[in-house]
């Protein structure tokens, strides 16, 4: 019998858009004690991490057509 590789919660914070223009997004982590912030492309797939926060945590959030999932990105 298999056993379940996550054995407790993933912790998980919510992203939101901040700031946009026409080809990328800002996005900022909803937990003021992370700070995480992403830039987020619109026309290719590109994240630029400004601030790390709190690096061990899963962070997505979407806006619109765009939806960032960097679980493992950064
Ligand atoms: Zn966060």
């Keep these: 019998m298999a056993t379940d590789p996550i054995p ?3 912790l998980s914070h919510e ?3 901040e700031a946009e223009t ?4 800002l996005f900022v982590c909803t937990d003021e004690a ?3 912030r992403v ?3 619109k026309g290719l797939p590109r994240l630029v991490v400004i601030d790390r ?3 061990s945590v899963r962070h997505a ?3 619109g057509g765009v939806v960032i999932d960097d679980v493992a990105a950064a």
């Design 39 to 41: 830039v987020v492309g």
């Design 61 to 63: 959030g979407s806006l």
């Design 15 to 17: 992203m939101v858009c």
């Design 53 to 55: 926060g709190e690096f």
């Design 8 to 10: 407790s919660p993933v």
């Design 22 to 25: 026409a080809v990328e997004a």
């Design 34 to 36: 992370c700070g995480r």
